[in-house]
Nanobody, 121 residues
Framework: QVQLVESGGGLVQAGGSLRLSCAGSGYIFAIKDMAWYRQSPGKQRALVALVTSDGNTDYSDSVKGRFTISRDNAKNTVILQMNSLKPEDTAVYYC???????????????WGQGTQVTVSS
């Protein structure tokens, strides 16, 4: 059973920093793209940042220059370092990964359980 387990959310004042971590466990043959999404009340889940298997990254315009995504392939882990946080960053943050579970290299979509990030003004 493959799982993604997130940690690191919490409450922080505007201008502060938080570090989110997401670790994959279970039988994982390989991981392709890994990403962080977020969803705030009344809004659709939206992509925050993505990192490919070879380390290329992409960010939403709203977090460019403030957030950094990275991954540790040996540990099946993706990290989101969030700096200069703003109240509008408040949301539930979800880890996502495209995981290959056998040698056919077909990737399946997995999600973490979500972690709350609250930024106070």
């Amino acid at each position: 059973q493959v799982q993604l387990v997130e940690s690191g959310g919490g409450l922080v004042q505007a201008g502060g920093s938080l570090r989110l971590s997401c670790a994959g466990s279970g039988y994982i043959f390989a991981i392709k793209d890994m990403a962080w999404y977020r969803q705030s009340p009344g809004k659709q889940r939206a992509l925050v940042a993505l990192v490919t298997s070879d380390g290329n990254t992409d960010y939403s315009d709203s977090v460019k220059g403030r957030f950094t995504i990275s991954r540790d392939n040996a540990k099946n882990t993706v990290i989101l370092q969030m700096n200069s946080l703003k109240p509008e960053d408040t949301a539930v943050y979800y880890c996502n990964a495209q995981i290959v579970i056998n040698s056919d290299y077909r990737a399946y979509d997995f999600w973490g359980q979500g972690t709350q990030v609250t930024v106070s003004s």
